[in-house]
């Protein structure tokens, strides 16, 4: 496989995704962005209480 279809594969994959829109129904930006946040936040308050030592 060269380079150029490598290329050409992505940009016909690219060109395709906009006809879908990529967005399921049931999920929505607030929920998951929240959601990443809470675990984020799990995972800052887990680091921090193994890290009594400093």
């Given at each position: 496989?060269?380079?150029?279809?490598?290329?050409?594969?992505?940009?016909?994959?690219?060109?395709?995704?906009?006809?879908?829109?990529?967005?399921?129904?049931?999920?929505?930006p607030f929920?998951?962005?929240?959601?990443?946040?809470?675990?984020?936040?799990?995972?800052?308050?887990?680091?921090?209480?193994?890290?009594?030592?400093?």
């Open positions: 496989m060269s380079l150029t279809s490598t290329a050409h594969q992505l940009v016909t994959l690219a060109a395709e995704g906009g006809e879908h829109g990529g967005n399921h129904q049931s999920l929505t929920l998951t962005g929240g959601g990443a946040f809470a675990v984020l936040l799990l995972l800052l308050w887990i680091t921090t209480r193994f890290n009594r030592d400093r």
